[in-house]
C-alpha cells in the first residue's frame, strides 16, 4: 500500500472516531496518553489472573490497554484449554451453567501453571469472594474473568481505554491484534518458515476483520526472538504491514549486534521503504510482561505514547500510522514536531544528563544484505541470517541537552531520533544483560516532505 493511501485510511478512521465522540467545535486538544498493548495473564501463560494484571496497570497511570494473551480472546465460552495446555476435567457436571475458561490449581510453578499463591493474591485485592473457585475430584478450577468483565469493572471513558485482542502465536511468528472480538486460528505447517507464517497470520488477519465495524491494529512482535527468527527482508517485502515492536521489555531475545539490532532492524527496512515510496514501518514499544511481581522478569520496562485528541482505539490507531507517538523505557517527550523538514523534540526534564541521537540512511546506501552466520542457541539450530551494510541507520548529528533539531539534507532518506540518560563518565545507560538503552525514548522515522499530522 502507498502511503498516501495508507494515510488516506488512517485518516478516515480517526474522522470517523472524532464523529462518534464528539463534535468538532468541543474537541479537544491533542495529548499524550500512555499505553501497553502487549502483555499476557492467566488466560495463557502469564502469572498473574487478569484482574490483578489489569490492575496494576490501571494503578501505574497506564491509559490504554491490551491484555493480549496467546491464542486466544478473553470471551464468555466455557472451555477448559488453551495454548499449550489442556485441563479438560473427565467429569464436567460441576460446570453445568457455567461460563469462561476455567484453569485447574498446580502443585508448583513451572510453564504456564496457575498456583495457590495467584488466587491469594487476587483476593488480597479484590476480596474473598472475588475469585471464582470449583473444587472437583480432578482439582481445583478457577474461572477467569472475560474482557466484558474486566472492562466493567477497570474501564473508565476518556482515562482508561482497555482493548480487546490476542497475540497470535505461529512457532517463533507472533503478532497482535489489537480491538478484535473475534479470533483466528493459523497452521503451522510449512516447516515453520518464518515468511509463511507472517504472510498466513497478516492475510488471515486482513480476510477474518475485512467487514469489522471497529478500527483494528495488526503488530508484528519481538524482531529477534527466539533467536533472530524474523529478517528485515520479512517486512521489506510486506510493504502494507505498518507497526513492529521497537521495545520489546528491552531486549525480547539474545542479540548479534553485527547483524541487526532491533533499532537497525527499523533502519534497513525504512530505508527500503523511504527510497520505495512506502509506508515507513513504526515501532510499538510494550513489555510483553508474563506477570506482574515476577522478579525474573521485569515488567513495566517499556511502553508506547501516542498523541491523540480523544482515547478511542480509531484515534489512537490513527496516531500510531501517522507516526504521532514514540517508544519508551524512561524518558518522557513534551514536545516532538516534524514540518516535512525538520525533526524537533524536547524531553520532559528529568535526573541526570541527557544527550539526543538523530539517525538516518543517505540516498546511496547499499540495501544488499550479507549472510551473517549465528551459531546454534536457545535450541535452534546454527544458521545464516542478514546482515546490512553499516551505512544504514547511520548517527547524523549528536545534541548534549533534552532539546535538539535536526534538518534533513538533499542526501537523507529519513530521520528519526533517540533521546537517552547519561550515567557515569558521561556514558549511556545501559541494561547489563543486552548493552541496550535502559533509559531512553524513541521516536518514529520522518521521511522529506511527509509532515507530521497532529490532531
Ligand atoms: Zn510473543
Ligand atoms: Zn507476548
Known sequence: MQRRDFLKTSMALAAAAA??????QEKPSPRWYKGNIHCHSQWSDGKDLPEVTVNEYKKKGYQFFCLSDHNILQTDRLRFNGF???????????FEG??????????????????EEDIKRAQDFFGADSVDIIDTAEGR???MKTFDELNAQFGEPGKFLMMPGFEMTAHFVH??????????????????????????????AKQTYADYDQPWLFTVNHPQWQYYNIQPSSLISRPDLIQMELLNNGTGGPLCPDAWTPESFFDVVNAWRASHDQHLLMGTGTDDSHGCFRT???????WQHVRCSELTPGAIFAAMNRGDSYCSNGIELEDLAFDGRT????????????????IGTKKDYDPTPKAYDVAA????????????SPQIGKVLATVEGREASYTLQADDLYVRARVYRLGENNDPVVRPESGLLDFAAWTQSYAPGQPLETF
Open 377 to 388: 542457541s536457545q535450541g535452534l539450530r546454527a544458521r545464516q541470517i542478514e546482515s546490512y
Open 98 to 115: 457455567k461460563t469462561s475458561f476455567w484453569k485447574r490449581v498446580a502443585p508448583s510453578w513451572g510453564w504456564p501453571n496457575l498456583l
Open 19 to 24: 464523529m462518534r465522540g464528539v463534535t468538532a
Open 84 to 94: 499449550a495446555m489442556d485441563f479438560t476435567p473427565k467429569d464436567l457436571t460441576p
Open 343 to 358: 525533526l524537533q523534540l524536547r524531553a520532559v526534564e528529568g535526573e541526570g544528563k541527557y544527550r539526543i541521537d538523530f
Open 175 to 204: 503478532t497482535n491484534c489489537v480491538n478484535v472480538r473475534e479470533d483466528y486460528f493459523v497452521e503451522i505447517d510449512d516447516d515453520g518458515q518464518t515468511d509463511a507464517l507472517l504472510k498466513k497470520s497478516a492475510d488471515t
Open 141 to 143: 478450577y478457577v474461572r
Open 296 to 302: 525474573d522478569y521485569l515488567p513495566f520496562k517499556a
